[in-house]
């Protein structure tokens, strides 16, 4: 693996301190940080009756955790919060390794470096690959298990040339990974085993050979991810088997659905940016049978899979852009064909093929002294695709440094006020009355949880600190139709903020600022409750929840609250999530 690579997917990790999806922390790192400090916001999946997440991913950053406590640098936050980040930036680095060993096998060394440029700048490697999500590491297994398969396995070739067991057996261990982390992943690797499978059908023992193989991976699999989750529940326990079925139950669709079409016309486009007229055009020359036979059956192999993956992909109801981030690798193969094939080298090796044979390169003067050109544009100069298409390439940095850095910014900056809070480490420890209770009037999981804030104090009374939830129909045969009637409490509140603050809020507002006695549904109920709270000292909310028509602003100056702090850009977000991020704070008698 590549150090500058490894370097540069650090730092993309580490300079992220924006927002994309909740799963980054509540799927990773909150499970770890209670795993290690005893505490964490743990959401449904892991609560509900058959809990539907293993604590296979999430594990990777225990020890992280654990070293930070032992040596007691958990006090430092920016330690707390930058080491798993490191964690992730060095596993993101396996898919800039995967590529270049693909380009490598496939397609030859002239593509290479154009194949690890492509993934190197790619817009949605920026914004989701350095990230503490489960389709990222399972990008990175899948872009190594590519790298060892053998795409050009065909029945017309001798087995000797497409079968090398030792390669294989890399195969199967990085896609066996890949399934534990993203047991959807296994979609994939049935449709490349199969293929592989019916290429060896005329050679008995290889095939025997091949299946024993990939039984005893997916045996040891099975059963690994079955002890570490009955280790982790206390109970016998198969995430896997429980994820099938919740997804195949409504609630997946609780979560938002979209069209048959939407990988096609929006997520591909996405993931691929300025790149997909390259991918495109690799892709045309591919079905125009313009490569030497071998190269033309892995690539026709390697589109047979996106096609197969996305096809399968699209039946589901509910779709995200990360969820086929595993094939962006392929893809980027694909591209690269097409740079290099349209590289200003190609070119005027055709347009002297046309006119002259082949052109002969000028020899240098005898005297002549060398150029000494910039290091950069002499990179660039050398790079094997035109600076056209490289400048288009390029267009994708600047809005890749704005989203990783700047973009909805404001959720992640906002808990550094609360740390910045004078909180003792525990209440047991100091004879002052503790009285920063903190709630969040934002739709769920707006921040991160306790990995960022890491403040005991705050859950050693349930109710210290709060925030709406959002907990899907569970145990329901609800139909779509009932899901588009069915509210959780986020629903409820932004539903008339004002009569959920009237309804479920005390008349006045109590100085010493107890918990709240039922501030959010338990993980793992649903439906509208009963919620009660108690005023807390500090409100979180973003900006939108304020419009003057909403009342909202009204109601909480008429109790003695103020507006203390305000980041983030008021077009920034979506829906309710928009206007930056408010911090309110009672301020009582001065508020008058």
């Excluded at 199969?194 to 060896?200: A, D, Y």
């Excluded at 050109?373 to 390029?394: K, V």
């Excluded at 267009?395 to 609360?418: G, R």
């Excluded at 959920?500 to 918990?515: E, S």
Aim: charged share 15%; proline share 8%.
């Amino acid at each position: 693996m590549n150090v500058a690579t490894i370097l540069v997917r650090v730092l993309i990790a580490l300079l992220t301190r924006t927002v994309f999806q909740p799963d980054e922390y509540f799927q990773a790192l909150e499970p770890a940080h209670r795993a290690v400090f005893g505490y964490g916001d743990l959401t449904w999946e892991w609560c509900a009756e058959n809990p539907i997440r293993s604590i296979i991913y999430p594990a990777l950053n225990i020890p992280v955790y654990w070293v930070l406590k032992v040596t007691g640098l958990h006090r430092f936050d920016a330690l707390l919060i930058a080491a798993p980040k490191l964690l992730h930036g060095v596993l993101a680095a396996g898919t800039d390794a995967g590529i270049a060993e693909l380009a490598l096998r496939v397609l030859g060394r002239d593509y290479v470096e154009t194949a690890v440029f492509l993934s190197l700048t790619s817009f949605f490697n920026a914004l989701a690959l350095s990230r503490s999500l489960s389709n990222s590491l399972e990008t990175s297994l899948s872009a190594l298990a590519f790298a060892y398969y053998p795409w050009d396995a065909s029945s017309n070739l001798s087995p000797h040339v497409m079968y090398n067991p030792d390669r294989l057996r890399h195969t199967i261990l990085f896609s066996a990974l890949a399934c534990m982390v993203r047991p959807t992943n296994a979609i994939l690797w049935v449709f490349l085993y199969g293929k592989l499978l019916r290429s060896l059908r005329r050679y008995t023992s290889l095939t025997y050979a091949f299946i024993r193989n990939l039984l005893t991976a997916g045996v040891a699999s099975i059963a690994t991810l079955f002890s570490i989750d009955t280790l982790y529940y206390n109970r016998p326990i198969s995430t896997p088997l429980n994820f099938i079925l919740t997804n195949f139950s409504s609630v997946s669709l609780f979560y938002g659905s979209n069209p048959w079409h939407y990988y096609i016309t929006q997520a591909l486009p996405i993931l691929c940016t300025t790149a997909l007229p390259f991918v495109l055009h690799g892709v045309y020359t591919t079905l125009k049978r313009s490569n030497t036979p071998r190269r033309h059956i892995a690539l026709e192999n390697m589109l047979s899979a996106v096609v197969w993956f996305v096809g399968i992909y699209s039946f589901a109801g509910h779709k995200e852009w990360r969820f086929i981030h595993p094939i962006l690798p392929l893809l980027y193969i694909f591209a690269a064909k097409s740079l290099v094939e349209l590289g200003p080298s190609n070119q005027k090796q055709a347009r002297g093929h046309k006119t002259k044979g082949k052109p002969t390169p000028r020899k240098p003067a005898p005297n002549a002294k060398p150029l000494q050109p910039n290091l950069l544009l002499a990179s660039i100069s050398s790079f094997p695709i035109q600076r056209s298409h490289l400048a288009l390439l390029l267009l994708t940095l600047p809005i890749s440094l704005y989203i990783v850095l700047f973009y909805c910014s404001a959720p992640i900056t906002v808990l550094s006020y609360i740390r910045s809070l004078p909180l003792p480490p525990s209440a047991s420890k100091t004879t002052t009355p503790f009285t920063d209770t903190i709630g969040f009037l934002m739709p769920c999981h707006s921040t991160p949880g306790q990995a960022y804030i890491h403040r005991p104090v705050l859950v050693e009374v349930p109710g210290r600190i709060w925030a709406l939830g959002c907990e899907p129909p569970l145990g329901s045969s609800s139909t779509p139709s009932d899901l588009s009637s069915y509210r959780d409490q986020t629903n409820v509140f932004f539903s008339d903020p004002t009569s959920y603050l009237q309804n479920h809020f005390p008349a006045r507002v109590d100085a010493a600022f107890p918990p709240s006695p039922f501030p959010r549904s338990r993980p793992g109920q649903a439906g509208v409750q009963d919620w009660k709270h108690e005023w807390p000292k500090h409100l979180i909310m973003f900006g939108e929840l304020l419009r003057e028509e909403r009342g909202v602003s009204g109601v909480l100056e008429e109790k003695g609250y103020r507006e203390v702090w305000k980041r983030g850009r008021e077009w920034e977000g979506e829906d309710e999530r928009r206007g930056g991020v408010r911090v309110w704070k009672w301020v009582g008698d001065e508020a008058q």
